[in-house]
């Protein structure tokens, strides 16, 4: 599934004209500090979410609110996602093998695909089904005090978390250029993208779940608090379906998009063994990792066993840059057209 729009991992052009394996390097630099950032990023949402679901779960048991059941839901599902999240940075991160030539990275995407699916399930579906009850049910006497310092409690600890996913989204936008809400949507990093949305999705489930009790408070009708527990469940939901869908279509071979194919063609061409290139497909096979496929023309007249072991140098040049995991290159046939970058998006 192609996204015809700058990804995020696109580095900004650049002007140099290395004519070597030096140019790969150049068109796609990768930021090392961006997985250190990811897996602190995780561990803040973690320690909230584990603090949160016990607080929380403390207050339904004690007050009956049906949308404080609701919270310590939510709060009980992210701790879960956020421990798969964790083994999916470990997981992605191990180096390629015999068995495994184009390394681990995937299997980020499927461990986060799993906690996507486990806030679906534990969070989204307990929670709606927790307010539907809570319709039907008798009303019952509710401690509007523990909920509110709760819901207080969890402000300041989702928003510490909100702020750090926050800010290592910022960084990691402004250095592609895009504004953060596109970045957000576009990069390949899953581990980001699930807490910055977990973490958004609990701060306006808070406000729901905070308006469904004060309304139960001012006019005495518990359905009030009902609906607001199954209004945080369906959010729970959209979010949920929507983490897994990205995550399936990085699964299933997300390619680059046009812009960052051109780049990637660009900067094969710039390597001075390359005269001419006619097939290239590059997807992603992690976060930040990419597969590159290419039919190219090498420059000279070598024979056969000399070009075969050009050809293969060419691919070591390519793959020491780190956001290529592998690269398979073949021979063109002399009939078939040569490939063109794109001109550089305006702006």
């Known amino acids: 599934m192609t996204d015809h729009h700058l990804p995020p991992d696109a580095p900004p052009p650049g002007d140099s004209e290395l004519r070597s394996d030096e140019a790969v390097d150049e068109a796609m630099p990768t930021e090392p500090g961006q997985k250190k950032d990811s897996t602190f990023t995780v561990l803040v949402a973690l320690v909230a979410n584990g603090l949160l679901a016990l607080a929380k779960t403390v207050a339904a048991f004690l007050t009956g609110s049906a949308s404080m059941g609701a919270e310590a839901a939510h709060s009980w599902a992210d701790t879960g996602n956020e421990v798969f999240l964790l083994i999916a940075e470990k997981r992605g991160e191990r180096p390629r093998d015999d068995k495994h030539p184009r390394g681990y990275g995937r299997a980020t995407y499927v461990w986060s695909l799993v906690a996507a699916f486990g806030l679906f399930s534990a969070g989204a579906v307990v929670s709606i089904w927790h307010g539907v009850s809570e319709l039907f049910a008798e009303p019952s006497e509710v401690s509007y005090t523990v909920n509110y310092v709760v819901l207080g409690l969890a402000f300041l600890l989702e928003g510490s978390s909100f702020i750090q996913a926050s800010r290592q989204l910022k960084g990691e936008a402004s250095s592609w250029g895009l504004h953060p809400l596109s970045y957000i949507d576009r990069t390949s990093n899953p581990t980001l993208r699930a807490v910055f949305f977990e973490d958004f999705a609990a ?74 290139i006619t097939y290239l497909h590059v997807e992603y096979v992690g976060p930040q990792k990419v597969f590159v496929v290419a039919a190219v023309d090498l420059t000279g007249d070598d024979r056969e066993p000399t070009l075969a072991q050009r050809l293969r140098q060419v691919e070591l040049d390519i793959e020491r840059n780190d956001l290529i995991e592998d690269a398979v290159l073949t021979l063109s046939l002399p009939e078939d057209p040569s490939l063109s970058p794109d001109p550089p998006p305006a702006g």
């Open 203 to 276: 701060l306006l489930g808070l406000v729901l779940a905070g308006a469904g009790i004060a309304l139960h408070q001012l006019t005495g009708q518990a359905a009030y608090d009902a609906v607001g527990s199954i209004a945080v469940g369906l959010l729970l939901a959209f979010v949920a379906v929507y983490l897994m869908r990205r995550n399936m279509q990085y699964l299933l071979g997300q390619t680059l998009g046009s812009e960052m194919w051109s780049r990637v063609l660009a900067a094969l061409l710039a390597h001075d063994a390359i005269e001419r």
